[in-house]
C-alpha cells in the first residue's frame, strides 16, 4: 500500500496527534496537507510539553521525514520557532523535513483582519485568530504570496504591494491599519533566510516516494464538521480537511490513497461559534471537560462538550470514504452510569439520518440510551479487554455508522491504546 489517510471525523480536536504519533513509526512519509497554526496537539518531548501547530507530529520519530504540503498555509515564524524548539531538545529536523514552495504564507495583514472581523461580529465564528481565513482568502483569489516567494525579496515586494492594495478598504472598514509592506519584507524576507533549507519541492518528495513504493502517512487538520464544502458552514475552516482534501494539499492521486482512518472522540467537542447538535450545557458537560482535559491547546478556550453524535460520524464515513474509525478517549466516559448516542436528528416532524445542508441549530437529537462501566480502562490493549458495556459502545457505534473500529485509545500515553496495528497493513 501506499498512502494512508487520517482525518478527523468530527469538529477537530478528535486526538489525531496521539493517532499519527502511533502510526508514524511504520510509515517513511508524513505529509500534513490542510490548515495552519489553527491546529495544534501536545506532544511530550524529552520530558517536556511540546505544542506543534504545523510541524507533523511524526517528526519526533527519527526514521520518518516529513512534509507539509502546499494545501496548508504557514505563519513562517511560527514554523521556525517549531524547528527551533524541536532542535533544541535533540530532535534533529535538517534534511527530514520540508514545506512546500507552493504553501501560502499567512501575512501579518490576515491576523489582524481575523482579528478585527472576530471582534467586529462578536465572535460568531469564533476563529483561532490565526489569520487562515483571509489567508485561504487570498490564496483563492490568486493573490497570495507563497513560501517560495519569501526566498526572493524583490518577488516577494511586488506580491505584497499588490496584496495589502486590496485589504487596505477592508482594514480601514475595520478601524485598523495594515502594516507597512518594506517591514513585512524586511521580517518575512529574513524567516525566508532562515527557513531556506525547509523550502523546496515537496511534490517531488511526494511523487519519489511513491515511486520507491513507500509508505505515505497523510495528516489532515481540523474535522470533518469544519470542512469548508462538509462541515456546518459557514462555523467552518476555511480548507479541505476532508479526505479528499490530501489529494490536492499533498498532490497526490486518489488512486494512491489505499486506506482512511477516521478519528473520533467517544463524545463531542467543538470550539468556536456555530451548531452543536449534542451539546451538553450542563454538569455532565462539564464532567466531560474536566475528564477530558477539553480546553483548546491553540487558543486555551474551553471546549463545548456533548454526547456522542452518530449523524455526524456517519456523514463522516460517507464524505471521506472511511474504511475504519480510531475512537479516542473512550476512558473519560467511565463511570458515566449511562450514555446517550445521537442515532438520528427530527426537524419538523422528520426524521433525518445525515445532516442537513442548513439549519442545524434548529434540529432536535434522537438519543439511544446505553449502559456506562465503572471500570478503569487504561490498562486495556485489546477490545475484548474492555468492560461488555464499553464493547457494546464500540459495536453500538459500528453498527450505526457502517464502518468498523480499529484502534482505541483509553488514555494519554503511547502505551494506553487498545487494538494498535500495522495501519498499512490494515
Ligand atoms: P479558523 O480556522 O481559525 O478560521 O476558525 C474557524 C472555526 O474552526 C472556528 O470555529 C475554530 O474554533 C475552528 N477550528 C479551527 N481549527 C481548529 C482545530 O484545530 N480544532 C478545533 N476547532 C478548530
Known amino acids: 500500500m501506499s498512502a494512508l489517510v487520517v482525518v478527523g471525523a468530527q469538529w477537530g480536536d478528535e486526538g489525531k496527534g496521539k493517532v499519527v504519533d502511533l502510526y508514524a513509526p511504520y510509515a517513511d512519509l508524513v505529509v500534513r496537507y490542510a490548515g495552519g497554526a489553527n491546529a ?8 517536556e510539553k511540546q505544542i506543534l501547530h504545523l510541524i507533523p507530529s511524526g517528526i519526533l520519530h527519527p526514521q520518518t521525514r516529513c512534509v507539509v504540503g502546499q494545501g496548508t498555509v504557514i505563519d513562517p515564524s511560527v514554523f521556525l520557532k517549531e524547528i527551533e524548539a524541536l532542535n533544541a531538545r535533540g530532535v534533529g529536523t535538517e534534511g527530514r523535513l520540508l514545506v512546500s514552495q507552493r504553501a501560502h504564507v499567512v501575512l501579518p495583514h490576515h491576523k489582524l483582519i481575523d482579528e478585527l ?34 526566498l526572493d525579496a524583490g518577488r516577494l515586494r511586488g506580491k505584497l504591494e499588490a496584496n495589502l492594495e486590496c485589504w487596505r478598504p477592508v ?22 533566510d532562515a527557513l531556506r ?21 497523510l495528516e489532515g487538520a481540523q474535522g470533518t464538521m469544519l470542512d469548508i464544502d462538509n462541515g456546518t458552514y459557514p462555523f467552518v475552516t476555511s480548507s479541505n480537511a476532508v479526505a479528499g482534501g490530501a489529494c490536492a494539499g499533498a498532490g497526490i492521486g486518489p488512486t494512491h490513497i489505499r486506506h482512511a482512518v477516521g478519528i473520533a472522540k467517544a463524545y463531542t467537542t467543538r470550539v468556536g461559534g456555530g451548531p452543536f447538535p449534542t451539546e451538553l450545557e450542563n454538569e455532565t ?18 471546549r463545548r ?8 460520524l456517519r456523514h463522516a464515513v460517507a464524505v471521506n470514504g472511511l474504511d475504519e474509525l480510531a475512537i479516542t478517549k473512550l476512558d473519560v466516559l467511565s463511570t458515566l452510569p449511562e450514555l446517550e448516542v445521537c442515532v438520528a436528528y427530527e ?43 464499553a464493547q457494546r459502545y464500540l ?27 500495522d495501519p498499512f497493513s490494515p
Open 40 to 47: 495544534g496537539h501536545t506532544l511530550v518531548v524529552g520530558g
Open 117 to 150: 472581523r472576530e471582534k467586529k461580529s462578536g465572535g460568531a465564528i469564533g476563529t483561532t485568530k490565526r489569520g487562515i481565513g483571509p489567508c485561504y482568502e487570498d490564496k483563492v483569489a490568486r493573490r497570495g504570496v507563497r513560501m517560495g516567494d519569501l
Open 171 to 192: 482594514a480601514e472598514d475595520l478601524g485598523g491599519t495594515l502594516p507597512v509592506a518594506e517591514e513585512i519584507v524586511a521580517q518575512y524576507g529574513a524567516l525566508g
Open 197 to 217: 533549507t525547509y523550502i523546496g519541492d515537496a511534490a517531488e518528495i511526494v511523487r519519489a516516494s511513491i515511486q520507491a513504493g513507500e509508505k505515505i502517512l
Open 285 to 302: 458537560g462539564q464532567r466531560l471537560r474536566d475528564a477530558g482535559a477539553e480546553y483548546g491547546s491553540t487558543t486555551g478556550r474551553p
Open 305 to 312: 462538550c456533548g454526547w456522542l453524535d452518530l449523524v455526524a
Open 347 to 389: 426537524l419538523d416532524g422528520e426524521r433525518l439520518t445525515y445532516p442537513p445542508y442548513d439549519r442545524l441549530e434548529d434540529v432536535q437529537p434522537i438519543y439511544e440510551t446505553l449502559e456506562g462501566w465503572t471500570e478503569d480502562l487504561t490498562s486495556c490493549r485489546t477490545r475484548d479487554d474492555l468492560p461488555p458495556a
Open 395 to 421: 459495536a453500538r457505534i459500528e453498527q450505526e455508522v457502517g464502518c468498523r473500529v480499529g484502534v482505541v485509545s483509553v488514555g494519554p500515553d503511547r502505551e494506553d491504546t487498545a487494538d494498535l496495528r
